[in-house]
């Protein structure tokens, strides 16, 4: 990878990066890990400033999708032939 197809400096600090010396993760690029732990925190922090009162984390959402399809195969079982139905006898 030449030099002129990725950014001067890092995403974290600015510091420039070295020829030899620069860390990728997640399509930004950094000096260090340390740099990049510290983008990944920063990051979790506006999230959760942003989020506020909502729900944190994606398993709330899962749950909910996960519930709907059971609760919506229950509906069509009970809704089918039943042998106390008043159609049956």
């Known amino acids: 990878m030449g030099i002129g197809s990725r950014p001067a400096t890092c995403a974290s ?4 990066l070295g020829r030899k010396r620069w860390y990728y993760r997640n399509g930004n690029y950094f000096c260090t890990r340390r740099c990049w732990v510290t983008h990944q925190d920063k990051a979790a922090t506006e999230r959760a400033k942003g989020a506020g009162a909502k729900p944190s984390g994606p398993e709330a959402p899962a749950v909910a999708q996960r519930a ?22």
């Open 13 to 16: 600090c600015g510091k420039r």
């Open 68 to 89: 709907a399809p059971a609760e919506a195969a229950g509906e069509q079982a009970s809704a089918g032939t039943s042998p106390k139905s008043p159609a049956s006898t």
